[in-house]
């Protein structure tokens, strides 16, 4: 498996592959965002899934795959505290804002910068059509937040700080995005990041997640928890096990356009799942982040 996906890197089929894991990532990470979005405290959440893909991905780091090459622990370091210092803001977003709310604002503010940041670090380029579709894309995301804001009524007295937090947040996308596809070009074998990754990412969540649960009044039960935290292991590694795989096959700015389709399947879950209302004109805007998607994807 790895030497073939090492042999197609680059190449038509490799563009293909690429394809089809970015939006299988799509749809995993609104199931992902869901899930910590869901019933139970979006901290607990985060540390039980952080937990599990620790314990998960540890067999597999020391055992299975070769080791980091040497010049890979300052990347792994450096991916390390982005993606924390991404998972407060994002806990924090949601403790503040609405799912539907939340997740498209993050979502649309990281592909621009992960566009510019691939433009500077990888030299990828983009047409002036994959443009208009970029264009078309974040204009129905920041459209769909731009509904949310005006109609949603619930949470009005939170919604200025839940919006702030999500544009950080997505800033911090587009960081971790352009470093780990930076990180899993940068060694051998690209399963060895995505294990080593991981092992070293879910560290830290679970002793925050275990300090705020043993601070609460009326805390959950722990193994209602767990099995959400297992699931949402497995949906991390699927998700982004396939957007970091889907970088290194083919161009960053792409992969991360296409992901963000995920928040028409936020929507979508939002709606059948947590209840959270969708009416024509969200159907409307996702409409429009799917056109500008497809723009992307065959304007190249």
Not at 62 to 81: D, N, Q, R, S, Y
Not at 180 to 208: C, E, K, Q, S, V
Not at 218 to 246: E, H, K, Y
Not at 268 to 284: H, M, N, Q, S
């Amino acid at each position: 498996m790895t030497d073939w996906l090492i042999s197609i890197e680059g190449t038509s089929t490799g563009h293909s592959v690429a394809l089809i894991l970015a939006l299988l990532a799509a749809f995993l990470h609104a199931v992902f965002g869901a899930l910590q979005k869901g019933r139970h405290d979006p901290w607990l959440t985060r540390g039980a899934i952080d937990g599990s893909y620790c314990l998960m991905a540890a067999p597999f780091a020391l055992f299975v795959v070769p080791w980091p090459e040497p010049h890979m622990w300052v990347i792994f370091g450096a991916a390390w505290v982005i993606h924390c210092v991404y998972k407060f803001l994002q806990a924090a977003a949601y403790t503040k804002g609405a799912y539907t709310v939340v997740y498209p604002v993050v979502r649309g503010t990281g592909p621009l910068f992960t566009v510019i940041g691939a433009y500077l670090i990888f030299n990828e380029t983009f047409s002036g059509l994959q443009w208009m579709g970029v264009a078309v894309l974040m204009a129905g995301i920041f459209g769909l937040a731009l509904y949310n804001m005006i109609y949603l009524e619930s949470e009005r007295d939170t919604l200025n700080i839940a919006m702030a937090l999500a544009v950080v947040t997505g800033l911090f996308v587009a960081l971790y995005t352009t470093l780990d596809a930076y990180g899993i070009r940068a060694t051998t074998n690209p399963f060895t990041f995505l294990a080593w990754f991981f092992m070293i990412d879910g560290f830290l969540f679970p002793i925050i997640a275990y300090r705020r649960w043993h601070r609460m009044a009326d805390a959950p039960a722990v193994w209602p928890l767990m099995q959400r935290g297992i699931f949402g292991g497995f949906v991390a590694f699927l998700s982004f096990g396939s957007i970091m795989m889907a970088t290194r096959l083919d161009k960053v700015g792409e992969a991360a356009i296409l992901r963000e389709t995920s928040t028409v399947f936020a929507a979508l879950i939002g709606w059948l799942v947590l209840k959270e209302t969708v009416g024509p004109r969200r159907v409307a805007l996702m409409a429009l982040i799917a056109a500008g998607a497809v723009i992307v994807e065959f304007g190249g």
